[in-house]
């Protein structure tokens, strides 16, 4: 099947009961078994779920892949994977990664002796230099958040076998739509489906998706053990979100393009942060491994944090919010929002900026997304 087709129909059949064409919300705790010992695969929700199960057979499709376990949250995803390792281990990430992961690696998962270094995977020069004998992991975001480097994956599928290390690949920002990274034998892909897999700012959610059945087995007991588990209500409003994936990722990007090039061409804008414009420094990376370039656009204006909060504060259809990849274009200031919790040294030696301004850009009419941004330029 297409990956249009699969959006509508992966996973999904009438149900057996009723016919109903969509797949009904089981919302229990606990299943009746038939007896002492069989039962028909469902026991208890925290563990298994039929709506569950059919979100995580139509994401795993989605990806071309063997297996889908679903979280709560995608913090809640990336913290069941990390549980993969064991006390000693080391983590080489992305450097710019999401303030929520960073905390979580920083704050929490040092407490339980895993180490992190921080390295600019864009490129694999920089990976092999952090590879330590008790390396285990390289997690990778690509396009990262919020300064959209693009890493080759490729090469670092490459990289990562030769060395023996497991390599986990987070792509919520491109979706299955625009990057299917399993298909360079990487390990485990992650989404946070509170975004553009929902695309209506809903639900929270996190999936990992994986073609290894040890890793999937350890993934479905976490999930059961410590009920990280996302709701059937969740699920449900999910799946229906996916079956217009394609269509909405389509506007997404044609209109991403667009407000990148008006911003790229503005007086006022000191710096524009696309995938999809030659300015990028992986723009042919890109171009290579993405069918298109998804709607974040991350930019700088003449005049710094002071322009960009005075952006910020006059827009009127685009609205001032932490999250992204909704039809609602939104715009965030990733400095005082979405990575707060990174040391300021810390943003500013990657990159981060306190004038850096990240938007998503939605599925509106593209003509009125950019009226808003040249009355807000002023």
């Given amino acids: 099947m297409k990956f249009a087709t699969k959006a509508v129909r992966a996973g999904i059949a009438p149900d057996p009961t009723t016919g109903a064409i969509i797949p009904p919300i089981y919302q229990t705790a606990t299943y009746t078994l038939e007896e002492v010992g069989r039962d028909k695969g469902f026991d208890y929700s925290r ?24 979280f709560a949250s995608g913090m809640a995803a990336v913290d ?72 080759d994956l490729e090469a670092v599928s490459q990289l990562a076998k030769a060395h023996g290390l497991l390599l986990g690949v987070d792509t919520t920002f491109a979706t299955p739509y ?8 990487i390990d485990l892909v992650v989404h946070s489906t509170t975004k553009y897999l929902s695309g209506h700012n809903q639900l929270i959610g996190g999936i990992v998706i994986t073609n290894r059945a040890d890793l999937y087995e350890q993934l479905k007991f976490f999930q059961k053990s410590i009920g990280a588990s996302s709701s059937p209500f969740d699920c449900w409003l999910t799946l229906l979100g996916v079956k217009t994936l394609p269509l909405r990722m389509e506007r997404h990007s044609s209109n991403g393009l667009a407000v990148a090039q008006f911003l790229e061409q503005h007086p006022k804008v000191e710096k524009v942060i696309y995938p999809g414009l030659p300015s990028h420094p992986q723009h042919q990376i890109a171009q290579r491994q993405m069918r298109a370039f998804s709607g974040m656009i991350s930019f700088e204006l003449k005049g710094g944090l ?39 040294e810390v943003r500013l030696k990657r990159g981060l900026t306190d004038g850096l301004v990240r938007l998503s850009v939605g599925i509106e009419a593209v003509e009125d997304i950019i009226a808003d941004l040249e009355q807000a330029l002023g």
Wanted: overall charge negative; proline content about 6%; charged content about 15%.
């Fill in 306 to 344: 002071e322009a960009g909060v005075s952006l910020m504060n006059r827009v009127k259809l685009c609205s001032l919010a932490e999250s992204l990849g909704a039809v609602e274009t939104m715009i965030t200031h990733p400095a005082s929002m979405t990575h707060v919790s990174v040391p300021p």
């Fill in 80 to 151: 069941a994977l990390m549980r993969l390792l064991s006390a000693g281990d080391h983590v080489i990430s992305s450097d710019d990664v999401y303030g929520g992961v960073f905390r979580l690696f920083e704050q929490i998962l040092k407490r339980y002796e895993l180490s992190f270094s921080y390295v600019d995977t864009s490129n694999p020069e920089s990976i092999v230099a952090a590879i330590r004998p008790n390396t285990k992991l390289i997690w990778v975001e690509t396009p990262t958040n919020p300064l959209l480097k693009i890493t």
């Fill in 178 to 185: 625009l990057l299917q990274p399993l298909q360079w034998d």
């Fill in 47 to 70: 563990g298994s779920n039929p709506t569950r199960a059919v979100l995580e057979a139509n994401l795993a499709a989605l990806e071309d892949g063997q297996y889908g376990v679903s």
